[in-house]
């Protein structure tokens, strides 16, 4: 997270004896952290190796106390019936240390992946950007490549005013007339430097003298690629419209793109196309984004905007399934321009009417190998567009926001949203929408559990819902054979009936290929988790995780702080996601009395951090 910049210590000179310590523990003072430093290299000199130990004695020839020194594990040195501290670690520091570890996961996770950062015109334009580009350096290092998409309309229509003209749009679109386009190509070409400018600095010197790599000293901060990698298309006349030399994505140059990523370089991607007749044209900053992330197969998509995206009640909305940001943006369709566009690009068929009404997402992406469900994805081809399954192809590329009605914020970011939705449609898993003008806000949403911003996913939740009566018969064939083995304890038809509504399941194409159970318990504010089962066909996809993350996330909105289980066979799974044996004394009186003790079941239990996933809870288990 960008922070503000705190004064450091004054320069200390390094040929200054700071390992002194006095000989009288009334006039102990404790040294600076560049004394630890120099203490420490001489006791190392000395041979004092082993500081992990618990305990370590040696000789120690420090003014006043020559014979006998002991450290411990806490800091602490004595000689001689004297002591104090050499060093001391920090409320501030321990927090730090904490902090890298529990990034480590993120890290791992994120590294290699493909992002496409989308930064909106006002965002560039505002004060943000520094903070934003070094955090964007810091995750290029971290392994991430970058795909950026710098907006310019605030800097055009600045230039325009400046020199006497009025920006023109028409719907989504600007009206690129001559004045416009050369303000569209200064606009383009300053930012880029800005931009490139900024992710120039190399690593602090004072960092790389003292890890002693002096050879880097004049190294570029990141290498970074621009050029011709859009191909574009003249808008022409649309309605009776001009739109001069504004221009629509034809095709992303995805294999030259791919080339300079890995090469090491961020790629900047401008909103100005070239067409194959030389000209150069004025697209559409969304346009261009989206038909980036789509064709290259981007992990996520980003759009640092200048607002977050808020509820009715005014609070920040961290996910949203693709099913229920695409029914928000069928409910505007009537009173949005924008929203009538996404309609018409991605077909009339409402995502609610192809799953069951419960469910909490129902769409897959089939661009990255992994299995459909019961729903029919458009099919995206880079310089095609969309088979939207009538053997037409639709040609949109990318998906425009822009014009008076996103100016005017008449519907708040519900352009923005769209955009999102569509990419989600096309194959691309996770969009996520930041607000720009928090501090860190990406940092913030890569490495925090719960984001800082607004999640878009197509496959978080697929095909999760609450089960049913009817469903009764696919959770048994799923639970048979894991019950005829001993993992899971044997569950009569009655009782699985009586308990059908604690149940939650995964279904794909009409078949039950997951399942769980939550069995709360309100006035202790815990819940057990029970009955975790995947179909052999499914397992290895990751489908355990959704369930169990869900449940997680349901337990939570529920007002439950822990969660609780047995288990004989799967202890390992468990403990991987957080899960900590317990003893059976920690368990529930109400529920220790129902456990079949000749089982030998181990006892495991997990805190819950507070709910902002925007899963409601349902009334089943009210």
């Known amino acids: ?39 420490k290299r001489s006791t190392f000199n000395l041979g004092l190796k082993g500081m992990a130990r618990k305990e370590m004695r040696g000789s120690l020839l420090v003014k006043g106390c020559e014979r006998n020194g002991k450290i411990t594990s806490d800091g602490e040195v004595k000689y001689n019936g004297c002591c104090g501290k050499y060093y001391d670690i920090s409320e501030e520091d321990k927090r730090f240390v904490e902090v890298l570890r529990e990034a480590q996961s993120y890290v791992y996770l994120h590294r290699g992946n493909t992002f496409v950062l989308l930064l909106s015109g006002e965002i560039v334009a505002g004060p943000y950007m520094d903070a934003i580009i070094k955090d964007i350096a810091f995750l290029h290092h971290l392994g991430i490549r970058f795909v950026i998409v710098p907006g310019t309309h605030v800097q055009i229509d600045k230039l325009l005013a400046e020199r006497g003209h009025e920006p023109k749009y028409d719907g989504r679109y600007r009206i690129t007339d001559s004045e416009s386009l050369a303000a569209a190509m200064e606009a383009a070409g300053g930012i880029r430097l800005m931009i490139e400018a900024k992710l120039s600095p190399g690593p602090s010197i004072c960092n790389i003298r003292r890890h002693g790599d002096s050879s880097r000293w004049h190294d570029v901060g990141v290498s970074v690629a621009s050029g011709n990698f859009l191909a574009a298309k003249r808008r022409g006349v649309v309605e009776g419209v001009d739109y001069g030399a504004t221009g629509e994505v034809k095709k992303v140059d995805v294999a030259r793109m791919r080339e300079r990523l890995d090469g090491g370089c961020i790629v900047i991607l401008s909103n100005l196309g070239y067409s194959s007749s030389g000209e150069v044209l004025n697209c559409n900053t969304y346009e261009v984004a989206t038909a980036c992330a789509l064709a290259i197969g981007a992990d996520k998509l980003i759009c640092i905007i200048d607002g977050p995206i808020l509820d009715e009640n005014g609070r920040l909305i961290y996910f949203l399934p693709l099913q229920e940001a695409d ?137 999760t819902r609450m089960a049913k009566v009817t469903d009764l018969a696919g959770i048994k064939q799923i639970i048979q054979p894991l019950e005829q083995s001993g993992t899971l304890v044997h569950r009569s038809d009655e009782e699985l009936l009586k308990a059908i509504d604690s149940f939650v399941v995964m279904e794909r194409e009409g078949q039950i290929i997951a399942c769980a159970a939550l069995f709360p318990f309100f006035e202790d504010k815990c819940g057990e988790v029970a009955c975790i089962a995947v179909s052999p066909d499914c397992q290895g996809q990751g489908q355990g995780d959704k369930l169990l993350d869900y449940i997680e996330k349901k337990a939570s909105s529920l007002g439950l702080d822990m969660l609780f289980l047995l288990t004989t066979r799967t202890a390992d799974w468990f403990v991987r996601r957080g899960f900590s044996e317990c003893s059976i004394d920690m368990i529930l009186a109400e529920r220790r009395k129902k456990i079949n003790l000749s089982r030998k079941s181990k006892y495991y239990m997990k805190k819950l951090l507070p709910d902002r996933s925007g899963i409601t809870a349902d009334r089943a288990f009210r």
């Not at 960008?2 to 009334?26: D, K, L, M, V």
């Open 1 to 39: 997270m960008a922070t503000a910049a705190t004064p450091g210590p004054a320069w200390i000179n390094p040929r200054q004896n700071h390992g002194e310590i006095s000989s009288s523990c009334r006039s102990y003072k404790k040294p600076s952290f560049c004394s630890f430093i120099s203490f």
């Open 327 to 463: 029914m928000l943006i069928r409910q505007r369709a009537q009173q949005s321009e924008i929203a009538a566009k996404y309609v018409k690009a991605v077909g009339e068929e409402d995502l609610t009417r192809l799953g069951h009404n419960d469910s909490i997402a129902v769409v897959h992406s089939s661009q990255n190998g992994k299995a459909c469900s019961n729903t029919r994805n458009p099919i995206f081809q880079n310089g095609v567009g969309f088979d939207n399954g009538n053997g037409l192809w639709s040609g949109e590329q990318g998906f425009a926001i822009g014009g008076q009605e996103r100016l005017s914020r008449q519907n708040g970011y519900l352009s923005e949203l769209a955009a999102a939705a569509f990419v989600c449609r096309g194959g691309v898993q996770r969009v996520h929408l930041l607000d720009g003008t928090i501090g860190g806000v990406l940092l913030l949403e890569l490495f925090k559990r719960d984001g800082m911003g607004t999640m878009v996913a197509s496959d978080l939740y697929e095909g």
